[in-house]
């Protein structure tokens, strides 16, 4: 009773990026409460599958291994995770906020009336005091995520309802391994006494995965443009940078919208969480809305011509000019200095 779960999601026999992040995570604040951090895996011919995920500190992994558990679909893996939680009665529950999570929190949320907030950016441990109530809230989990339109950082609540329920997307936490020879509890859930008739109907008929063309997650060296670049022709130089460093091109909603690049290299809130270990913003002002997808990076350096902008604060290095002035300057010295 009371632990945390982490509900992984499992492509090809492999435990999503998200998940091992959320297992690091859970992990610590598994630590802070003194409670156990338990894993939930769900899907068809999992043999082993414990071995990915005891390292990340899990103490009990549940694995429900059943055909009609591939691929995902909803109402099996709704049936199965409602029961579990009914009888474990986690304190918490975290789930990557992807396709799967997003479709999967709502829906277990409401079976449990526990209630989620979606799209975390920050989870913490602390303390609520209701004055009204005139009641004080011990080891609550501070549910902290950008809210209207990204303009303030809310930090949500759960006081009275379980588990306390949040999706994070992926990137946004740090994945690191607990330690490899660390094992855990393997339990074997039921399957087929928990599944009824009706939660089977829906049959995937077709599955038809495209391959994401651009990786900028994964970069270590990301240079980023945003709405100050000016144009698209200018935005092309970007990727000459990203040439000559070895990295690769992103981008802030801004530049997006207004055609700059495709959506796939968006940076922030609604684009991609990245934390290369080299980030170069250019003509990027720095909303909340951007620097929620890129603040853990290393090192971030900033080229604008506003000395003011939000992006300076957070920035290593500022380079205060026109862009398309100083940009071409690194390229060439670069160039001239690198072996």
Do not use: W
């Not at 610590?28 to 043999?47: D, F, I, P, W």
């Not at 720095?286 to 997808?293: D, F, L, P, R």
């Amino acid at each position: 009773m009371d632990n945390i779960f982490v509900i992984c999601e499992i492509e090809d026999g492999k435990v999503a990026d998200v998940s091992l992040e959320l297992l690091t995570k859970g992990r610590s604040l598994a630590n802070q409460l003194s409670c156990k951090l338990e894993a939930l895996a769900l899907g068809h011919k999992l043999k082993g599958i414990e071995e990915q995920i005891f390292p990340y500190g899990a103490d009990v992994v549940h694995v429900g291994d059943d055909k009609r558990l591939e691929p995902f679909t909803t109402l099996p893996f709704t049936s199965i995770i409602v029961d579990l939680f009914q009888k474990e009665k986690p304190q918490i529950a975290l789930l990557g906020a992807t396709t799967m999570g997003r479709d999967l929190g709502p829906r277990v949320s409401s079976a449990l009336q526990s209630g989620l907030t979606a799209d975390c950016t920050a989870l913490e441990i602390g303390d609520h005091e209701d004055k009204k109530a005139k009641k004080i809230y011990k080891n609550l989990l501070y549910q902290i995520r950008p809210a209207f339109g990204g303009n303030i950082v809310a930090t949500i609540i759960n006081p009275d309802c379980r588990p306390q329920m949040a999706t994070v997307r992926e990137g946004v936490m740090k994945k690191e391994m607990f330690s490899k020879t660390h094992k855990g509890q393997l339990k074997t859930i039921d399957v087929g006494s928990i599944l009824k008739p009706e939660d089977t109907v829906v049959k995937v008929i077709e599955r038809h995965i495209e391959k994401n063309r651009i990786n900028i997650k994964n970069s270590s060296i990301i240079i980023s443009g945003g709405y100050g670049m000016g144009s698209k022709e200018n935005f092309s130089v970007l990727y000459d940078l990203a040439e000559v460093l070895g990295g690769e091109v992103g981008a802030s909603r801004a530049a997006v919208d207004a055609g700059f690049a495709e959506h796939d290299r968006q940076v922030g809130q609604t684009g991609v969480t990245v934390r290369p270990k080299l980030y170069i913003a250019c003509g990027i002002s720095g909303q909340i809305q951007h620097t929620a997808g890129m603040e853990e990076s290393s090192m971030v350096i900033a080229i604008n011509n506003d000395p003011g902008a939000p992006i300076n604060k957070i920035a290593d290095y500022v380079l205060t000019g026109e862009v398309m002035d100083i940009i071409p300057r690194l390229i060439k010295s670069y160039k001239k200095n690198t072996k």
